[in-house]
């Protein structure tokens, strides 16, 4: 099984999700989850300046809250935010109230109508409800595996090389399991996507 891109039928239970982006562009679609957090937001943050390169971060809305200010220097830096939940919490593992009720939770702070459910599960009950609600769910073409114990920054890079095309959303994670990668990974991977012509996009 391919970890990296996801499964064709996951695109049919959640028909109305973006998982990549037009494939007539040479256009790649940066994204990251998880932060806004002081032990790795601030070192993406600068990468992505150094590079001119704008992105897109789903955040958790407790790290916002927690950080406001890494959250205001995202927004001050021209990127785009969405809404990852306030806890993180899984589809599966809560009602449908309290999934909606914990992602209006968040969007108290995060103020977007972009909606990536963390770890790309959530009941398609919990779908039908958010969609409703006007949240554009927002998938990946291609998931990095940087928050892997088990791959190198090598393999992350490897990862991108390997898998990008055009339209593709790459996830990336602004977390601490990520970070010590990143470090590597995320200006070898821009260097790479740009020597071949990508230009870089956000999630509008």
Known sequence: MIIEQPAAYLRWIYPKALWR??????AVYLTFDDGPIPESTPFILDTLKRFGVKATFFMVGDNVRKYPELFQQIVADGHQV???THNHISGFSHSLHEYSYNVEKANAYIHSHLFRP???WI??????LLTQKKYKMVMWDLVTRDYSKWLTAADVVNNVKRYARNGSIITFHDSIKA???LRTALPQSIEWL???GYQFKTIE
């Open 21 to 26: 982006m037009d494939r007539r562009e040479h």
């Open 82 to 84: 969405g809404n990852h």
């Open 118 to 120: 963390p770890h790309g």
């Open 123 to 128: 009941r398609p009950v919990q779908y039908a």
């Open 179 to 181: 970070i010590e990668k």
């Open 194 to 196: 740009l020597a071949q």
